[in-house]
């Protein structure tokens, strides 16, 4: 495959870290193919032209559905499991050996600090190719035997094919990270993919997509398409007839609107969605590690994971010291250029989220919210206030009847409230029409089992937050989403199974 990352023509000149601005085209068959029309993607650090990007219109994406197609049906359609963890432990290693490349192109797209990028985002890509590897190996070899019921009168076995062609569909919080989830385990399943990657992160997706060329991964088997959701390529791909299935991460009402999308085709959909996540303090707990904790599932990415901490109840013993703590640290989070490694914390993805999340803050202050941390835009200087610059914020004060306390900010924010018993904190943290992650931090074993089995979540975590396990079962309930992936869960979404009965 040709360079997906040629020079687009640019008048300014980059600042040291920045490479000259690139142009970005649809991956369709192994070919980079021009969109109907391009569309600007900057720099939430300084507001800088990162790429030009192509957005791909119905005839492009038409065309990525049919390379998948035609892949399927090739010899990527023969391929054995064996094969297939071989390529995939390939493509893994080819990750760790562009690893700088693809730090770059992350932090290119979204400003966050390079640590982070390194140490989780791109970390996790190679990982989560290696763990699907390791997860088809172990399913069996060749053909997915499964539930093989010997009776009396018939031989019962179930084998598994691929979904098919599967659409995936991912958010700009963690990019690389968040594709490469969906797409190891959907390629380790033997299937054919179209990606969406967000409008906002079209970057790291393209040296992807040489990676897998160079890994040995067919033309075809993977296609990127640019753009837009509802109008663009996001709707073009859901409504499209020839998709088998949809994974997809991203907001709640995105989801919505693709389930509608899927619908009268009837398609398999696998959603990993918003969430309003609680933490909850016990006074038994080591309070140091709980506020080191906080801050952490708080503020972490700049509050834009969907498994971070929106809602903090705190038994009232503690609940100053718990409170003063983490304002402390939010206080101490350091913003900055990605490449300092004094920085810990980036901008927001965009200043159209960032205009977003400063109306929660508005919000919560109309409410009747004490500011305890933050609350505004900082003044940073240094060639970075046309970023999308906000600050690490907490406030107290409010409770559970908020919208401040039951919306999805997706931001560096939280709510501190206090409870007086196990069952009333249990109850809070429920109360929610979201279910993705929670986090409870107690000194006692017995209530940390307790309380964890309680919370009405996919993930839910005791005195840790975000400690992955990758064969592990991960999604939401309720507006959090839909099925679970991880492990074997993928391979659950990404294969049909047809049951073989034979009369003995
Ligand atoms: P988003 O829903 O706006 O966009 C996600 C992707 O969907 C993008 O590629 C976008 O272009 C595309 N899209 C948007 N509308 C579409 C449509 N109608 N049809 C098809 N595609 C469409 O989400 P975002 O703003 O990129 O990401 C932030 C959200 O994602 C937050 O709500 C966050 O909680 C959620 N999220 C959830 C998880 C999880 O694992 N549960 C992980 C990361 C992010
Ligand atoms: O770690 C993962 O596998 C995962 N899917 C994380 C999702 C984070 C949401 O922003």
């Known amino acids: 495959m040709p360079s997906p990352t040629t020079p687009a023509p640019t008048t300014a000149p980059p600042p040291a870290r920045r490479r000259a601005p690139r142009s970005l085209r649809n991956v369709i068959g192994g070919e980079l193919v021009d969109g109907v029309r391009t569309f600007d993607k900057v720099d939430p650090v300084d507001g800088a032209l990162v790429a030009v990007v192509h957005e791909a219109g119905p005839a492009q994406v038409d065309r990525a559905v049919a390379a998948a197609r035609g892949a399927l049906d090739g010899p990527w359609g023969r391929t054995t499991v064996a094969e297939r963890a071989r390529l995939l432990r390939r493509v893994a290693d080819l990750i760790d050996a562009r690893s700088e490349e693809l730090v770059a192109a992350e932090v290119g797209d979204t400003g966050k600090p390079e640590t982070l990028a390194r140490d989780l985002d791109v970390a996790r890509a190679a990982a989560n190719f290696r763990s699907a590897a390791d997860t088809v190996s172990a399913a069996g070899l060749d053909a997915y035997l499964t539930e093989l019921h010997d009776g009396r009168r018939a031989l019962n076995y179930a084998v598994r094919a691929p979904l098919g062609v599967v659409a995936v569909i991912v958010p700009w919080n963690l990019p690389l990270l968040l594709l490469t989830w969906k797409l190891a385990p959907a390629l380790a399943a033997g299937n ?193 206030d046309a970023g999308s610059w906000i600050e690490p914020t907490l406030w107290a004060g409010l409770d559970n009847s908020h919208r401040t306390v039951r919306e999805e900010i997706f931001g560096p924010a939280a709510v501190v409230i206090p409870f007086d018993s196990e069952e009333e904190a249990v109850a809070l943290a429920n109360d929610t029409d979201y279910g993705l992650a929670a986090v409870t931090w107690t000194g006692d074993l017995a209530r940390g089992h307790r309380v964890a089995q309680r919370m009405r979540v996919g993930m839910s975590w005791v005195n840790t937050w975000y400690l992955r396990d990758l064969r592990s079962p991960f999604g939401g309930i309720g507006l959090s989403g839909i099925g679970r992936e991880g492990g074997p869960h993928s391979l659950g979404f990404y294969t049909e199974p047809t049951n073989v009965c034979v009369q003995l």
């Not at 997509?209 to 993977?222: Q, T, Y």
């Not at 969430?275 to 906080?294: E, W, Y």
């Not at 972490?300 to 971070?308: A, E, I, P």
């Open 192 to 384: 054919a993919v179209v990606v969406k990657p967000s409008e906002e992160t079209p970057s790291s997706a393209m040296l992807l997509a040489e990676i897998l060329a160079d890994a040995g991964i067919p033309d075809g088997v993977v296609n990127v398409v640019h753009g837009f959701g509802p109008g663009s390529a996001g709707e073009h791909l859901t409504t499209h007839p020839g998709i088998d299935g949809v994974t997809f991460t991203g907001e709640s009402s995105t989801g919505s609107a693709i389930m509608r999308a899927v619908a009268p085709r009837v398609r398999p959909v696998s959603f990993e969605l918003g969430g309003k996540n609680a933490a909850v303090v016990f006074a038994d707990a080591d309070l140091d590690a709980a506020i080191a904790g906080l801050a952490r599932s708080t503020y972490l990415n700049t509050g834009q994971v969907c498994l971070c901490t929106e809602r903090i109840y705190v038994e009232r013993a503690v609940f100053d010291d718990v409170a003063a703590g983490l304002a402390e640290h939010a206080r101490r989070l350091r913003l900055g250029r990605p490449e300092d490694p004094a920085t810990t914390t980036g901008p927001l993805i965009s200043v159209a989220h960032r205009e977003k999340v400063l109306r929660h803050y508005d919000l919560a202050l109309h409410e009747g919210a004490e500011l305890l941390a933050g609350g505004g835009v900082p003044t940073l200087g240094d060639g970075l």
